[in-house]
């Protein structure tokens, strides 16, 4: 059960991620929306008509784009939410094992009140987990050529 707290923080930090991406390309493309009908304007303002036509197509594409990256922000928004929501009962119930003596704090894996919550201790848990699996894997592959 620790392991999957360890394991469900881990993914708040990779959703946390993802979500900031999602938001850094939104502003990006609100931006690009809000140049291309400046552009729009200031074409339609001097007759250039073939200018102010491309930016149309330039601002009906970049707002779609907007729309669409509205749309994912608030599903990683929601997922976020019910991630956390998720994480926390479990490590509710984890503490409240250890508090009735259902789980030892003290067998060699932290307590529920150590788990990491800091995201740099998540990614250290997560890189150190990596490196494991890739240690166990590298080992099971040796043991397999060397014939044991």
Same mark, same amino acid.
């Given at each position: 059960m620790r392991r999957? &707290? +360890?394991d469900g923080r881990a993914a708040l930090l990779q959703l946390r991620e993802a979500l900031a991406r999602t938001e850094r390309e939104l502003a990006v493309e609100r931006q690009k929306l809000a140049d291309a009908q400046r552009r729009g304007t200031l074409a339609d303002g001097i007759? =250039? @008509?073939e200018t102010a036509e491309i930016a149309q @197509?330039?601002? &009906?594409?970049?707002?779609?784009? +907007?729309a669409v990256l509205e749309q994912k922000l608030a599903a990683q928004?929601?997922?976020l939410a019910l991630a956390e929501r998720d994480v926390g009962e479990m490590v509710a119930q984890l503490k409240e094992l250890e508090r009735r003596g259902g789980i030892a704090p003290d067998d060699? @894996?932290? &307590? &529920?009140?150590?788990l990491p919550t =800091? =995201?740099?201790e998540l990614r250290a848990v997560t890189d150190r987990a990596a490196r494991e699996a890739d240690a166990a894997e590298r080992l099971a592959e040796l043991k397999k050529r060397m014939g044991k």
């Open positions: 999957a &707290a +360890v007759g =250039d @008509r @197509r330039f601002a &009906a594409k970049h707002g779609e784009r +907007v928004q929601a997922e060699g @894996r932290p &307590a &529920a009140e150590e =800091d =995201d740099s």
